[in-house]
């Protein structure tokens, strides 16, 4: 393998968590080129990358230009696109995996020139598929947010087959980023930079309550120096700020910093407080700790920090995290973090001294983070709580999903003990704590998918007649929808029918025959992820654990 | 150097030579010499440009407009700012050059030192800020194809100007198309008039969009079945006004992938202010053609600031009240639609059926039940709806209360030899005194070449002329006279008739007022984005690709005058066999960068 390229048209935080995939290819493949295809806009952020080799531009600005000047003819428009695409098609590569989640990197990956590729693609009738599991997992469970446990670094590397490498965020800082920061940081701390925007209003904790924070932060630790982070876009925010905040000593870099200067200053702070934003990524990279606030649309168990060590907060209202259609017009979740606690905490973080004697909040988690003995980042709760039902079987469907997306067993034993540690919770309580129709719906759905099995089988003894396979087809598909209809009728089931549905989108244009074995592969691995539930769920022992079974 | 410049711009435009003549530029205009010893200005403290070497600057900044004209072919050009050395090296430029300079005392400063009496040979200067007079001049109304260049430092100086008018500039010419969506009322006498806008504007060379909301028309049926009882007038109100909410969705979503340039409803199109609101925010014109008498429905007032422009048909009375309620009224009068009806030689059956010598042809509005029966003995003839039942109107309606379709009425029109109109009003008993808008029926008895009897109107002899191409009557008495002189006249009738049918064919065809109404959008107060004003249609698209061969094969999948958009391309792609080209891929990815500009342009972040 001499070239292999990672696609990532997609933002700056994104382009961070890229990383540590970055740096275990480099592990894996010592002697291969690395190249980042990314837009034009990032490419500062590419370049601090550790290992990679090559950065590919694909210029945006240039390809909207191109498909949206009303002077330009639409031959024209088509030719510069054409331009734009064919400079990338010039280079060959080995392998380009596809991170990025979108229809036009599928389109633009099945027009470069590489010998084989994965993730999101095409199929030759032009329709986006996916074939990469991880990836497929993450375009799926997108829709079943609440109940996905993985951390978006760690699908990336599950994609890229580095899962439980390990490797954290990294970027390397240029010694003249460093002597800016040195000269506008100068003097000791304890010193907080602050990023108040994010990439969407919705994701935007309100700049009163950043300011409380603050004020609180610096009655309590009056030598803590705050500096604003974040760009020009974001100056009246930060003006906003500071004229709420009376008394507050801040250093104000809104727009004055390149993103390697922002590294630079970050590695010279104590502590990030941010929503959900690249800047948060960018401080894990160079090692300082994030507080992040995650409201609207952020959910921290898809991208809070990779890395150990790193804070997130969440507000447990039933509603968040905000789905990708919706426009809150009514964001209570901010307000499920109350500043004074937030002061208190951050003072006990910039002084090293425990937090687990502080309340736990009414409303929201604060979650930790750490890997686990598979090498993933999870988030672990600072205080106990009582357990809702998606709580327990997020942490069921995540030993489900990686036992038939790493093949790494899945042990009701580690559940349990997660259960018992994060909420208090017996293992034979578990029945008692979900829904009383949930077994039942279990295994309804594996008398579904062994039902499906049977059919498989019987096709492949058909061979080649048209009306029977005809025939098979038609109730195979039927059987789909009564999985279906299952997985609707209650959400908490959804990852399940959600996963079936993606896997069964995605089989391949192949033969007969191979298409029988891989459907019937897809249906044991809904029956195993289903009897993985049933055990976690029935730990009083009235179901038998089956063997583990084949996984997808 | 100031007198000849002066003199050579006196030639194009004495006023302004004067007037600049006059000027003495203030103290914050600085004429300074740059390092390589040209003039430079500033400003209030800022460079017009390069202190080092502005006439180095200017020849690349030419070439660079020389450069974007070529590449588009533009034959016209408006040039946002003098500069202070540009002209000098775009006099290479064969095509119109207009220069818009918002600074008389920059023009001074310029012309006392830079020899521009050349550059006034070849192109046009206009140096003011007064929008109006700017965008009054013809290349803004141009047909060719142009370009909008603009100073940066002109940009910094007037943001505003600068906006307005290049929002304003149609590069493709006035000719471009426009894509246009026409909503029509669920059901009514509007519904025919919005399929005539949609005809016209298609004959025009607009892309249209005719939405058929009929699909709606049995909901609202079924509610006002469920809420007839006047007790729940309330519930009706609010479940009529959630079904709007709903059509007014449907709309939005229908236009999220591929958002007309207009918005343009006729009377009683189910549109609500939230629907208004949000087609503003997808930076789509409202146009709404109120043809409706503006005393009698009232609707108007809650919608008129909602719309971009209010096309209404009482040009006297409306506009102040129109103006008070937020709206920009333009005045557009009625018309017909030539496709539906004209002059026809009835078959024997045919004028059995629908011969007559008086008709009337309409609803059974108050004036008209009280009018009418004092014709009844001249043999006149009814049809239309909402006639009383069980009175002595069914005697002389051959068809009782059914509504006529657009053929069947032109039959009756073309069947009678004298055709009543009567404006409706709901508060008078017979001719509304003060009656000033004219029905469609005036103009569609004239297309049909009948011979119209109308009741006198204010606004009539703008559009015919009474007793030449029209005839009128104020009362019973003057009513019942006319139609007796002149069914005994039949040669000064059939003259009559012919007149008001040449007439109407060339002034009141829906595609002389759609021209009106297009021509009203573009230079309104509200511009039309420009963004996708030239849609480009496969056939001219194939034309201009003959070098691309691969790319025609795909597109060549589609008819000539489909207009090339996301649809399409997908369109194109599917109607391919086997496996996807190169050229079917690079235009799925077009389809899907353009696709993903316009979802990150709706959740408010750059792609």
Redesign the interface.
């Known amino acids: 393998m001499k070239d292999i390229a990672i696609l990532n048209l997609t933002r700056f935080g994104d382009l961070v968590q890229t990383s540590p995939v970055v740096v275990s290819l480099r592990k894996r493949h010592p002697a291969a080129k690395i190249h980042l295809i990314v837009k034009s806009r990032f490419r500062s952020i590419a370049e601090m990358l550790p290992a990679v080799d090559a950065i590919h531009e694909v210029d ?1 600005d240039a ?2 230009e ?3 000047r ?10 510069r ?2 331009d734009i ?1 064919d400079r990338l098609a010039e280079i060959h590569f080995d392998l380009i995996f596809n991170f990025t989640h ?3 990197s599928a ?2 990956l ?2 470069l020139n590489a010998e084989r590729s994965t993730g999101f693609t ?1 199929d ?3 329709q986006r598929r996916v074939d990469n599991k991880w990836l497929g997992y993450m375009a799926t469970l997108v829709r079943a947010r609440r109940l996905s446990r993985f951390n978006l670094v760690d699908i990336y590397l599950g994609a890229a087959g580095l899962s439980g490498s390990r490797a954290s965020l990294c970027v390397n800082i240029p010694e003249p980023a460093r002597t800016f920061a040195a000269e506008r940081l100068p003097g000791p701390g304890p010193r907080v930079a602050v990023q108040l925007g994010a ?3 919705t994701k935007t904790w309100s700049v009163d309550r950043f300011a409380e924070t603050l004020k609180d932060l610096t009655r309590r630790i009056p030598s803590v120096r705050t500096v604003l982070v974040g760009v020009a876009a974001e100056e009246s925010q930060g003006r906003k700020l500071k004229a709420s905040c009376p008394g507050v000593w801040f250093e104000d870099l809104v727009g004055k910093t390149t993103i390697d200067e922002l590294a630079a200053v970050l590695e010279r702070t104590n502590l990030l407080l941010t929503g959900d934003t690249g800047t948060m990524h960018l401080a894990g990279a160079v090692g300082t700790t994030t507080c992040s606030v995650f409201v609207g649309l952020g959910t921290p168990y898809e991208t809070a920090v990779y890395a150990e060590g790193h804070w997130a907060l969440m507000s447990r209202i039933s509603c968040a995290p905000c789905g990708y259609s919706v426009k809150c017009g009514h964001t209570v979740c901010h307000s499920d973090i109350p500043s004074g606690w937030l002061a208190d905490f951050l003072q006990r973080i910039l002084e090293q001294k425990p937090v687990e004697d502080l309340p736990a909040l009414p409303r929201a988690d604060v979650l930790r983070t750490r890997f686990d003995e598979n090498g993933l980042l999870e988030l672990v709760p600072l205080h106990p709580r009582e357990p809702e039902p998606q709580d327990l079987l997020a942490l069921a469907y995540r030993a489900a999903f990686l036992e038939s997306l790493e093949g790494i067993p899945a042990r009701p034993e580690q559940v349990w003990q997660r259960a018992m540690e994060r909420f208090g919770i017996q293992p034979e309580k578990w029945r008692h704590a979900l829904p009383e129709s949930m077994l039942g719906q279990l295994e309804r759905l594996d008398e579904i998918a062994r039902h499906a099995e049977d059919l498989i089988s019987g096709l492949e003894k058909l061979g080649q007649q048209p009306a029977e396979l005809r025939e098979g087809s038609k109730s195979l598909k039927e059987t789909d929808q009564a999985i279906y209809a299952i997985a609707r009728s209650e959400p908490l089931l959804a990852p399940l029918g959600l996963a079936h549905e993606t896997a069964m989108e995605d089989l391949p244009d192949v033969d007969l025959p191979t298409l029988a074995w891989m459907s019937a592969r897809v249906y044991g691995s809904l029956r195993r992820r289903v009897a993985v539930l049933r055990e976690v769920i029935a730990a009083d022992g009235s179901l038998a654990f089956t063997a583990q079974g084949e996984t997808a | 150097m100031l007198h000849r410049n002066l003199e050579a711009l006196r030639r194009q435009n004495p006023d302004l030579a004067g007037t600049i003549d006059r000027c003495t530029p203030g103290p914050g205009f600085e004429a300074l010499s740059a390092s390589s010893g040209a003039l430079t200005v500033r400003i209030n403290g800022r460079l017009e440009a390069s202190a080092e070497d502005p006439e180095h600057e200017a020849e690349s900044l030419a070439a660079h407009f020389l450069e974007r004209a070529a ?2 072919g ?1 034959t016209r050009i408006v040039l946002f700012g003098m500069g202070v050395h540009t002209l000098r090296f775009l006099e290479r430029f064969s095509g119109k050059l207009l220069v818009v300079e918002p600074s008389v005392e920059l023009c001074r400063m310029v012309l006392e030192r830079v020899d521009l009496m050349h550059a006034f040979e070849r192109f046009e200067l206009i140096a003011t800020s007064d929008r109006a007079k700017i965008l009054g001049h013809p290349y803004f109304q141009g047909a060719e ?1 142009g ?1 909008f260049l603009s100073h940066a430092t002109a940009r910094r100086r007037e943001p505003k100007l600068h906006d307005d008018l290049a929002q304003r500039f149609h ?2 010419g006035v000719a471009s198309p426009l894509s246009v969506a026409v909503i029509p009322p669920l059901y009514g006498g509007s519904l025919p008039v919005a399929q005539g806008c949609a005809r016209a504007l298609k004959e025009l060379g607009h892309y249209v969009r005719e939405l058929d909301l009929s699909a709606f028309w049995p909901a609202y049926q079924a509610i006002q079945g469920a809420t007839s009882d006047l007790r729940l007038a309330g519930v009706s109100s609010t479940l009529r006004a959630a079904l709007v909410r709903l059509i007014g969705e449907t709309l939005l979503a229908s236009f999220q992938l591929d958002p007309p340039d207009v918005v343009f409803a006729v009377a009683q199109a189910p549109l609500d202010s939230e629907t208004l609101s949000r087609l503003r925010g997808m930076g789509i014109t409202r146009a709404f053609w109120f043809c409706e008498d503006f005393r009698v429905m009232s609707y108007w007032k809650e919608l008129a600031r909602h719309y971009d422009t209010i096309f209404h048909v009482q040009p006297d009375e409306f506009s102040q009240p129109l103006r008070e309620a937020g709206g920009y009224g333009v005045p557009l009068q009625m018309a017909f639609d030539p496709a539906v009806t004209h002059p026809l030689e009835l078959s024997t059956e045919q004028r059995q059926r629908y011969g007559t010598d008086v008709s009337f042809l309409g609803a059974g509005y108050h004036n008209r039940v009280q009018f009418l029966p004092a014709l009844f003995d001249l043999g006149l003839r009814i049809y239309g709806t909402e006639w009383p039942e069980d009175s002595a109107f069914m005697n002389v309606m051959p068809e009782p209360n059914v509504r006529q379709s657009a053929e069947t009425s032109n039959l009756i029109f073309n069947g009678t030899r004298i055709a009543l109109n009567l404006h409706s009003s709901p508060w008078c008993d017979a001719v509304n005194p003060v009656g000033d808008y004219l029905n469609p029926r005036t103009f569609e008895l004239a297309a049909a070449q009948t011979f119209q009897l109308v009741d006198e109107r204010h606004d009539l002899a703008k559009a015919l002329e009474p007793g030449i191409e029209v005839e009128t009557f104020n009362d019973i008495h003057s009513c019942r006279k006319k139609i007796t002189y002149y069914l005994e006249h039949a040669d000064e009738r059939r003259e009559i008739a012919a007149n008001g049918h040449r007439r109407a064919l060339a002034e009141h065809t829906y595609r002389h007022r759609m021209e009106e109404a297009v021509d009203a959008l573009r230079t309104g107060p509200v511009p039309l984005a ?5 849609l ?1 249609t496969v056939g ?2 194939l034309e ?2 003959q070098d ?1 061969p691969e ?1 025609a094969a795909v597109l060549g999948r589609l008819e000539p005058d489909r207009v ?1 958009n996301s649809e399409a391309i997908t369109l194109a ?1 599917v109607k391919g066999e086997g ?2 080209s ?1 050229e ?7 389809r ?6 316009q979802h990150y342009n709706q ?3 750059t ?1």
């Open positions: 945006g390809l909207a191109a498909v949206t009303p002077d330009l003819a639409f031959a024209d428009r088509f030719r696109v054409r695409v979108s229809r036009a389109v633009l099945s027009l095409l030759r009738n032009g990439s969407t209003d | 590449a588009v533009a194809l370009l590069p493709g420009p963004r996708r004003s030239d480009p001219a698209v201009s690709a691309e790319l090339i792609v496996e996807l190169r079917e891929k690079l235009l799925l990815y077009m899907e960068v353009l696709d993903e500009i959740i408010g972040q792609a």
